[in-house]
């Protein structure tokens, strides 16, 4: 164990701020990141990885881009946080506003986990209801009502997944099957709130919903009344210009957005029809606060990523191809292999599905072979490519790969891949 690492774990829980970054599923010593720039990290002790991570799809244009890291200069010489209202908080809220199809007015809070909980909060407030519906292998942060299973059954009420989350706190959460419009029927009625999802599932790998699963949603939250949500933390503006929901054609209630909104800083926002929104405070009774919401750092960062893609919508053409590429050689690399697999692409997020035949579902994702994806992770990062520490993860794509270091890390993946079979 490196002295980093020793000192890590004296002082935080597995030695991380985050559990997957302690590289339980793979093995092996995590990293530690010393600088990155492009679509590379440089480690304390020296390595340099092309890095498949991008801060969890945070990072859609790569590490240390000159435009935002000169934008966040430029906003912390003037100041870090002031408690008041900036034009730039305007400014960002107008581009989402414009670019978003269900936004109409935004509130920004500093976390995925802050803005799904505080949705859920709306929703409730909107309906006079109590329960929510998730799906199951879906992740909306850490708040208690999300941390719900389904339990021995695909529709049933939630269990606690974690302790610490009372019986009582997701008493309300009811889970029902990605991609399978039937068992959300057996768990939504008139005293369901709203019906929560990832419309590209993000959180076992990449899913796309199949054809016709993200409308029905919508018909059957509006045959009950219940609100759809749409959380595009990980989706928002990374699949699409207007996100998911634009590239479906499917308009939720409310809307999740973080990560690419943020340009990598700790931000994110919630937003969607204007009745809706104008219930939060100080519009309206439902009471929602942050200190830091809106701060200048994580304003900068995001004005800087959306006005460049803005600028450059054709980076989500490029950005298509090259997910397709790399579907395209690695299965072809796992058929060689001999290694059952599946590779799915939406624009530049990718799932890498090893071990299995089909993944559409969480019962799909849980017939994967976690020790090939070990000896595969281990490979790669032998070869000079981080990826994601766990079979469940999904891959993101960044414009600074597709510009060489792309093509160096399939040849790396393709050789790991053959490794690992072997």
């Known amino acids: 164990m490196t002295t980093w690492r020793a000192r890590a774990e004296a002082v935080m829980p597995g030695g991380v701020n985050s559990p997957v970054r302690a590289f339980s599923a793979v093995g092996g010593e995590p990293p530690f990141a010393a600088l990155a720039a492009g679509s590379r990290i440089t480690t304390t002790d020296g390595a340099e990885l092309i890095d498949f991570i991008a801060s969890w799809g945070a990072l859609i244009l790569g590490h240390a881009r000159p435009e935002v890291v000169e934008a966040v200069e430029r906003a912390a010489r003037t100041g870090t946080s002031f408690g008041v209202s900036t034009h730039a908080e305007v400014e960002l809220a107008e581009l989402i506003v414009a670019a978003v199809p269900s936004v ?3 509130r920004m809070v500093n976390s995925g986990t802050e803005a799904t909980a505080s949705a859920v909060r709306l929703a409730r407030a909107a309906t006079g209801r109590r329960a929510i519906v998730k799906f199951e292998g879906c992740y909306h942060g850490h708040a208690d009502p999300f941390l719900a299973r389904a339990g021995s059954g695909m529709a049933t009420f939630g269990e606690p997944s974690s302790p610490g989350v009372p019986d009582s706190t997701v008493a309300d959460t009811r889970i029902a099957g990605f991609n399978d419009l039937a068992s ?4 939504l009625d008139y005293d369901v709130a709203a019906v929560i999802v990832e419309p590209v599932a993000g959180n076992m790998g990449c899913i796309p919903p199949v054809e016709g699963f993200l409308a029905g949603l919508r018909d059957l939250c509006d045959g009950a009344g219940a609100l759809l949500i749409f959380d595009e933390v990980m989706t928002g ?3 699409g210009p207007a996100s998911a929901q634009g590239r479906y054609g499917v308009t939720p209630d409310l ?3 973080g990560k690419v909104v943020a340009g990598g800083t700790a931000a994110a926002v919630y937003g969607g029809r204007a009745d809706l929104m104008r219930m939060i405070a100080p519009d309206g009774p439902v009471y929602q606060a942050g200190t830091l919401a809106g701060n200048p750092l994580a304003t900068a960062a995001g004005l800087a990523t959306l006005r460049y893609l803005a600028e450059h919508p054709e980076l989500y053409d490029r950005l298509e191809e090259a997910g397709a590429e790399v579907r395209r050689r690695l ?7 001999g290694i059952p697999g599946v590779v799915h692409h939406v624009g530049g997020m990718l799932g890498v599905f090893l071990g299995v035949d089909r993944v559409a579902t969480w019962d799909d994702v ?5 020790g090939l994806f070990g000896r595969f992770f281990r490979g790669a990062l032998a070869r000079g490519v981080l990826l994601p520490p766990s079979a469940y993860e999904a891959w993101f794509l960044m414009e600074d790969h597709l510009d060489g270091d792309l093509a160096t890390a399939l040849d790396a993946l393709e050789e790991a891949i053959a490794e690992a079979g072997g």
């Open 104 to 106: 109409e007015v935004v």
């Open 184 to 187: 959300v029927g057996k768990v």
């Open 237 to 239: 503006f990374r699949v």
């Open 255 to 257: 809307t999740t957005l």
């Open 331 to 337: 299965e072809t690399a796992m058929d060689g292999a």
């Open 366 to 370: 849980a017939g994967l072979d976690t």
